[in-house]
């Protein structure tokens, strides 16, 4: 089970940092990801890091500004979102999958329940 948090509402420029914590006692098995999905769009990848956190992956939009985190000891993985636009605004969501990186949303079985991002221009 996964569960977000840190969503809200920021001005452009600003910075919030999403958590995801999982349960079970596999979560270093898994490569954890972030989606986000805008109103009206399809859900779309963000960012993913490998199982022992040396990797990380970034959607080109988001690169420079996003930063993908895990701590295996505390099952959790967390998104460092600085220099906020309002394109950003969406919900984002957490996901894990067994294996190596994938960007679409199918390859990934394990999802939260998702935390709205609102960024006011």
């Known amino acids: 089970q996964l569960v977000e948090s840190g969503g809200g509402l920021v001005q452009a420029g600003g910075s919030l940092r999403l958590s995801c914590a999982a349960s079970?006692?596999?979560?270093?098995?898994?490569?954890m990801g972030w989606f986000r999905q805008a109103p009206g769009k399809e859900r779309e990848f963000v960012a993913a890091?490998?199982?022992?956190?040396?990797?990380?992956y970034y959607t080109d939009s988001v690169k420079g500004r996003f930063t993908i985190s895990r701590d295996n000891t505390k099952n959790t993985v967390s998104l460092q979102m600085n220099s906020l636009k309002p394109e950003d605004t969406a919900v984002y969501y957490c996901?894990?999958?067994?294996?190596?990186?994938?960007?679409?949303?199918?390859?990934?079985?394990?999802w939260g329940q998702g935390t709205q991002v609102t960024v006011s221009s």
């Open positions: 079970g006692r596999t979560f270093s098995s898994y490569l």
């Open positions: 890091i490998t199982q022992s956190g040396s990797v990380t």
């Open positions: 996901a894990g999958r067994i294996g190596c990186v994938r960007r679409g949303v199918q390859e990934y079985d394990s």
